[in-house]
């Protein structure tokens, strides 16, 4: 019996924006110094390296907080 794993990191299979939004949604609830992210932002990052996609949905943040903070999403 064979067993298998699919991940789906980039929206291929399904798309994960409104669950992106949702998220960003909490966090910006939890810290004030964050935004929520625009739809149009979320699928502008699909694809893009981790750090990239920090410094798109949080440009005003320096790389450690806005990765601390992407990888709470």
């Known amino acids: 019996m064979n067993n298998y794993l699919l991940f789906d990191m980039d929206g291929t299979l399904w798309s ?3 669950l992106t939004q ?3 949604k909490i966090i ?3 810290y004030d110094y964050f935004n929520e992210v625009k739809k149009e932002v ?3 990052c699909m694809g ?3 750090m990239e996609v920090a410094h ?3 440009p005003y ?3 450690e ?3 601390l903070l992407l990888n709470e999403l």
């Open 16 to 18: 994960t924006v409104e």
């Open 28 to 30: 910006s609830e939890k």
């Open 42 to 44: 979320v699928i502008s």
């Open 48 to 50: 893009k390296p981790f």
């Open 65 to 67: 907080t806005a990765a």
């Open 22 to 24: 949702e998220a960003s």
């Open 56 to 58: 798109e949905y949080m």
């Open 61 to 63: 943040l320096n790389d």
